[in-house]
């Protein structure tokens, strides 16, 4: 099955023109989310880190199967503040 992997973010709306093949959305999803890191190590290298953006993952049928949070691609773990 084809999938389209549309990203809105601080950058604006990005439609995915090509589409990836996967076998399943289970699949669909772990593109989303190795595009969303691949995403933000570019933004990283530039300075920014901007976790508010989505991948909207789109299949065959045009129905929207799912929406991957750029946050949700990451284990985030902060330092502590000093209290």
């Known amino acids: ?3 389209w992997f549309n ?3 601080g950058n604006g709306f990005t ?3 090509e589409g990836q093949l996967a076998c399943d959305a289970s699949a669909a999803r772990r593109i989303a989310i190795e595009s969303i890191r691949s995403i933000i190590c570019e933004e990283a290298l530039l300075g920014k880190l901007d976790l508010s953006g989505e991948i909207d993952v789109w299949c065959d049928n045009e129905d ?4 991957v949070a750029f946050i949700d691609a990451f284990d985030l773990r ?3 503040e000093d209290t």
């Open 1 to 3: 099955m084809r999938y």
């Open 7 to 9: 990203v809105r973010n």
């Open 15 to 17: 439609p995915d023109e």
């Open 64 to 67: 929207v199967a799912f929406t």
């Open 78 to 80: 902060l330092p502590a």
